[in-house]
């Protein structure tokens, strides 16, 4: 698959835990992250994102947290479930920029 | 609605080729991007477009890559010619607004192997 040889970090579950996936961010001055889901063969899909002015957004079993003191955020699935396995990355934008910055990944895999 | 199309899915060359990747973005979506992932590296921007315009190029890694958005709708990105280390996957995205005001929806991807 495309991700041979990126030696992606990898989270094994189980169907039904909750999942933390971790990202630390390189830039102080983003002001904008993103998380994308990406499977096997497709391009990334839109999770949820956060502003640099809030530390915490929920949406459809999922809950991203910002730490700007430590630059790091993360993406919580509740309820794991076999359809999440994926690849996983946080996205940063800086202020006024239209690029992203995405980090390298983590593979989420769900057991059954 | 359709998404984001790429084509071709994948395309295999001999270094020294070129090659024409396609990208058909979103109906009314302004501002399209391209981003590629080279093997065992992050998904990294190339440029950016907004309508026909080159907004941000600075991604773009050297003068064998020429993208164009004639017209502002469908984009091309051309390697010529291609050396190995363009082997990988380009990614084409498009948006009603930019970030942080709007999401980008990415295509499934055109992957790219120079051998």
């Known amino acids: 698959g495309e991700n041979v040889g990126l030696h992606l970090p990898t989270l094994s579950v189980q169907e039904g835990d909750n999942s933390i996936i971790n990202c630390a961010y390189s830039?102080?001055?983003?002001?904008?992250f993103i998380w994308y889901k990406q499977e096997s063969g497709k391009g990334p899909q839109f999770i949820i994102d956060?502003?640099?002015?809030?530390d915490k957004r929920q949406g459809q079993r999922v809950t991203v947290l910002l730490n700007k003191t430590v630059k790091h955020l993360s993406l919580q699935i509740a309820a794991t479930q076999p359809g999440d396995s994926a690849v996983y990355f946080c996205?940063?934008?800086?202020?006024?920029?239209?690029?992203?910055?995405f980090g390298k990944g983590t593979k989420l895999s769900v057991i059954p | 609605e359709a998404g984001v199309t790429q084509f071709p899915s994948h395309s295999v060359i001999e270094k020294g080729q070129t090659v024409t990747l396609r990208c058909d973005p979103i109906?009314?979506?302004?501002?399209l991007y391209w981003y590629r992932r080279v093997m065992g590296k992050e998904i990294k921007f190339l440029l950016h477009?907004?309508?026909?315009?080159?907004?941000?190029e600075s991604g773009m890694p050297n003068n064998r890559f020429l993208a164009e958005r004639t017209g502002g709708t469908y984009s091309t990105l051309k390697v010529q010619p291609a050396e190995l280390e363009d082997s990988g996957v380009y990614f084409c995205?498009?948006?009603?607004?930019?970030?942080?005001?709007?999401?980008?929806?990415f295509g499934e991807g055109s992957r790219l192997t120079v051998l």
């Open positions: 109906s009314g979506h302004d501002n």
């Open positions: 830039n102080s001055a983003s002001d904008y």
């Open positions: 477009f907004v309508k026909e315009s080159k907004q941000d």
């Open positions: 996205a940063e934008v800086g202020a006024g920029s239209y690029q992203l910055t």
């Open positions: 956060i502003r640099s002015n809030m």
């Open positions: 995205a498009s948006s009603p607004l930019g970030p942080p005001t709007g999401e980008l929806f």
